[in-house]
Nanobody, 119 residues
């Protein structure tokens, strides 16, 4: 079994910052790409940022220059540092990971964490 557990969401004022964390645990051999997605009410889930095992990153245009994705391979954890938050960043944020287990491979999702940007 593999599990992704997120933390760090909450309520923040516009211009503020939050840091999301997502830790993978279980029968993990290695992790390929990891990423953060978000889904706002009435909208489709969208990619926010991704990071490959070697560290290469990509970002949605809407968050470039404000969000930073990073990972700690020793801890099987991915982070999303969110700065200069805007009301339009309000959404449920989900982490995702392409995980190679000792008995196979799978695409895994966290349970989601709410981020609300409001004054």
């Amino acid at each position: 079994q593999v599990q992704l557990v997120e933390s760090g969401g909450g309520l923040v004022q516009p211009g503020g910052s939050l840091r999301l964390s997502c830790a993978a645990s279980g029968s993990i051999f290695s992790i390929n790409a990891m990423g953060w997605y978000r889904q706002a009410p009435g909208k489709e889930r969208e990619l926010v940022a991704g990071i490959r095992s070697g560290g290469r990153t990509n970002y949605a245009d809407s968050v470039k220059g404000r969000f930073t994705i990073s990972r700690d391979n020793a801890k099987n954890t991915v982070y999303l540092q969110m700065d200069n938050l805007k009301p339009e960043d309000t959404a449920v944020y989900y982490c995702n990971a392409d995980i190679i287990r000792f008995d196979g491979r799978g695409d895994y999702w966290g349970q989601g964490t709410q981020v609300t940007v409001s004054s």
